[in-house]
């Protein structure tokens, strides 16, 4: 698994010789499709299709970073986060009470000097900005800043679409074949994969074998998940994207798949840009094109999208930290013959089908923007895992820093497993300017002694986030709020506590008599105090979870749903309803957050959504 720590003391942004591929004569030319967004869900899908020899044309509105060191190096993920060259900066909020976002320890604000302050007690004149959100924006989209962690969801978030939409195309059993169809595995495992895939999978290596730190922690944890302490190492190699029976509900530590080969990311960043290179596919990538509009006919009964309007130009999005007002970039338009898919991710999709005309119809009114489609669903219903953890200093140095175990569990609350998390000697509290080191110097996190478990809460039952445009300059970000703990608050806070009750009884288990041992852990949070004599209450643990949860894994803010879901924006065939010729294929398509991390179950809609397109095309 991935370090959580830096590599290096700085940031290495290098402005290497990128592929630069950016197409400034596609101003009024005309191709079969037009794909919006690089990341896992447009990237792959635009590659497919040329390769099945259909003319398409990418929009990224980013440059190629493929060959800058911090994303080409997965061990650099912190660094590719934190990267003016990568990295989109959005601020989102986690509910309308001010008090309660006042308190996140985290919060951003830009002072008056223009600089980021981190914390509650902001310097006078500053400016809150709420809490950091980074997104990628570049060729490969987030798949070229994240950690690489690639989890097949649980069944039943796929057998969940097959049921409310009627399709049973959208089975777990049936989806399994665009795995296996994508992946590159460099594993061997008892369970079906792919061997000549575009995207490289490998097992992770928890360091059982080579620190006995982590063995010893491992193993208490195997025990107080029910199994022997023997099977420990067994339970390490288990695959994490196998498809075992009952899978749903297989807890305890795991094998980590990532999707790395060796030091190296694999992303659909370097699949879109091998397509191109290749020079035999009909793929136009054009790069530093930021889309701004759908361009849509109202003839017939139906009005259908026909194209796109642009803007070409460096950073012209505001997220962009190098963004310059003044910068207003190049208009021109391109047309698609039979289809534009929109792939830009759960806040730029529905942003940009809101400036086009689609969505609430009371929304659009307030910018005087004309309906196309009265779709109430487009921003709407946004979900997000929620992430918190249980960080603890042990008595003495953990051996094994970056070494990290994946394990399941299962909440009271939970009607299969609901709680993802990874364990190790690292510290990540969440995002802010400069993460995961600690405000105020950003030098260091807790040092050698820390030892955190970061859980993910699976199925969240809130979804009420919203993303909402702010302004019709397609440059500006949309406001997001995520409306964290609506409704089923304390079922989730509860799922979450017992999460790290897990972890709290296994750490208990470290002998603090034992010469050298690591015991007593001495928590930091959600308890602070030595582990086994805490005296928190439940209720005091669940208010700090609550207030400082974090998250990137937004989702389903254009949502696939039944005809009779008045939030469906889509069929299940990725179809925005009430207009032809258009289709969203990213995470903001699912309806609920898929599973931990949604990255690889979004490739793997980019593979159905291709077999859909070559299908209807032939």
Known sequence: ????????????????????????????????????????????????????????????????????????????????????????????????????????????????????????????????????????????????????????????????????????????????????????????????????????????????????????????????????????????????????????????????????????????????????????????????????????????????????????????????PRYNAANKGVAGKAYATKEVIISGGAFNSPQLLLLSGIGPKAHLAKFKIPVIADLPGVGQQMADNYEAGILSLAKRAVTGMGEIFPAFWKSSKGAIRDIYMWCGSFSFEGFWPGFPNLPPDFTSTHGPNQYECALVHMNPRSQAGVVELTSTDPRAMPAVNLNFFKTGADEDLTAILEGVEWVRSWLAKANGSEPNALAPFQELHPCEGEIGKQNCTVESQKTFIKEQVYSHHASSSCRIGGDNDKFAVLDSKFRVRGVKGLRVVDASSFPKVPGGFPVLPTMMISEKATEVLLTEAA
């Not at 500053?126 to 989890?151: D, E, F, Q, V, W």
């Not at 491992?218 to 023997?230: L, R, V």
């Not at 290749?278 to 530093?288: C, H, I, N, V």
């Open 1 to 320: 698994m991935a370090p959580i720590f830096p590599l290096a003391s700085g940031l290495i942004t290098l402005a290497l010789a990128g592929l630069s591929w950016s197409a400034s004569a596609i101003n009024n030319k005309t191709y079969e499709y037009i794909v919006v967004g690089s990341g896992p869900g447009g990237g792959p899908l635009a590659a497919n299709l040329a390769r099945a020899g259909h003319s398409v044309l990418l929009l990224e509105a980013g440059d190629d970073q493929t060959e800058n060191v911090n994303v080409s190096q997965w061990l650099n993920f912190n660094l590719a986060g934190n990267d003016p060259a990568t990295r989109w900066d959005f601020f989102v909020k986690h509910s309308d009470d001010e008090a309660r976002e006042a308190r996140y320890l985290h919060r951003t604000w830009r002072k008056p000097d223009g600089s980021f302050f981190v914390g509650i007690d902001a310097p006078a004149g500053s400016k809150p900005l709420g809490i950091y959100y980074p997104r990628a924006g570049t060729l490969g989209g987030c798949a070229m800043h994240n950690g690489c962690l690639t989890m097949n969801p649980n069944d039943v978030d796929w057998n969940d679409i097959a049921e409310t939409t009627g399709d049973s195309s959208w089975s777990a059993k049936n989806m399994r074949k665009y795995l296996v169809k994508l992946e590159h595995a460099h594993y061997t495992s008892n369970y079906t994969h792919g061997y000549k895939g575009w995207l490289d999978t490998s097992l992770m290596d928890s360091g059982y074998n080579t620190s006995q730190d982590m063995k010893t922690l491992t193993t208490y944890a195997t025990e107080q998940a029910g199994y022997s302490a023997a099977s420990t190492e067994d339970l390490l190699l288990r695959d994490m994207n196998g498809d075992q029976p009952n899978r749903d509900n297989l807890i305890g530590p795991f094998g980590g798949v990532s999707h790395v080969n060796g030091l190296k990311r694999s992303s659909p960043g370097y699949y879109v840009r091998d397509t191109v290179a290749e020079k035999k596919y009909p793929l136009t990538l054009s790069l530093d094109t930021l889309a701004t509009k759908i361009i849509i006919e109202k003839k017939g009964s139906k009005p259908k999208a026909v194209g796109i309007e642009y803007l070409q130009g460096k950073n012209l999005y505001s997220a962009d």
